[in-house]
């Protein structure tokens, strides 16, 4: 009994790194994909945040929700695309228990966060178009900024408590992770213990967190779209269609993807889905954001040419100064 305890502890606390194993192939090739593609990430949501924040145009509570969106992605997507092209330039693909942890921890964090950010947007969208007299007056500067505040404070005590838990397991056999970065499934598959209770707490905190903003959001896109078709004008309805079309969009990617890697159950096959889609919500949806706010947005595309001196200097000024 004494030898079996302590043999466990040995095995338990040799595990101090993971390995990742989600690209071992053209190492060359790949760093040099994930570098064109954070630097487009960083260029693409910085000049929304720059844009939205110097244009007098944009300072309105759908681009002030914006901007934060972009900042957001930022910070998503530099969780884990700088340590995975450190690891290829290296060719160490390792990373350590406490790495993991962190890692882990501002990945559920942050997108925990998104989750409550596309939902205040949906809503502010909501007033916009179903309660315009109002609007201004219930989305008051006060508001807005605790809206976002808030989808972070909500976010922060469940997500230390969710990596508390996961964490708390013992990794005594393999240390392998199949994947591109430490994310819930991968590293809960090598723990050495009965992890009936944990993946019932991790699958009831990602309801809360995936499921109800997303059913929110659907609730509030029920009556945009009744408002919008009782709209008697065909130019107006379509204007108002082309605004929300966007939002709704990153809405399907994100909470799509998120959905079928978090709260589907486990395959032979769902390893391989999942490493594909956790691109999708890390890199590819950060990356597409931009093009998809301003694609069919005049306003953005306008103050973009204003900052890119496509129209009068002074205008450029005024919006710096302003």
């Known amino acids: 009994m004494h030898l079996g305890q302590t043999n466990y502890k040995q095995n338990h606390s040799a595990v101090q790194e993971f390995i990742l194993l989600g690209y071992q192939a053209y190492p060359a090739l790949l760093f040099t994909a994930f570098l064109a593609t954070y630097t487009a990430i960083l260029l693409g949501n910085g000049l929304i945040v720059v844009v939205t924040t110097m244009d007098p145009a944009l300072r309105t509570p759908m681009y002030f929700f914006l901007r934060s969106l972009s900042g957001l992605e930022m910070c998503y997507t530099s969780v884990t695309l700088p340590k995975m092209m450190a690891n290829l330039m290296s060719g160490d693909h390792s990373i350590s228990l406490p790495g993991c942890a962190a890692q882990m ?88 213990a009965d992890l009936y209770t944990n993946e019932l707490a991790v699958y009831v905190e990602n309801i809360l967190f995936v499921i109800i903003p997303f059913l929110l959001i659907l609730a509030t896109y029920v009556q945009i779209t009744k408002t919008i078709l009782h709209m008697p004008s065909a130019t107006g309805r379509q204007k108002t269609f082309s605004t929300c079309s966007s939002h709704l969009t990153v809405v399907i990617l994100f909470y799509g993807s998120a959905m079928i890697v978090y709260l589907r159950p486990k395959t032979p096959e769902s390893v391989k889905v999942n490493k594909l889609l956790s691109l999708l919500y890390t890199i590819i949806i950060p990356l597409c954001n931009p093009l998809i706010y301003t694609l069919r947005n005049r306003e953005v595309k306008t103050a973009f040419r204003k900052l890119l001196g496509r129209k009068r200097p002074l205008e450029v000024v005024t919006g710096m100064i302003g």
């Open 105 to 192: 921890f501002f990945l559920l964090f942050l997108g925990a966060t998104e989750c409550f950010l596309l939902a205040v947007m949906a809503y502010d969208r909501y007033l916009a178009i179903c309660l315009p007299l109002h609007y201004m007056t219930i989305m008051s500067q006060r508001v807005r900024v605790g809206m976002v505040v808030g989808s972070f404070a909500v976010s922060l005590p469940m997500q230390l408590l969710q990596i508390g838990i996961i964490f708390s397991l013992p990794f005594c056999g393999s240390n392998e992770i199949d994947h591109f970065f430490c994310d819930i499934p991968p590293v809960l598959s090598l723990a050495c």
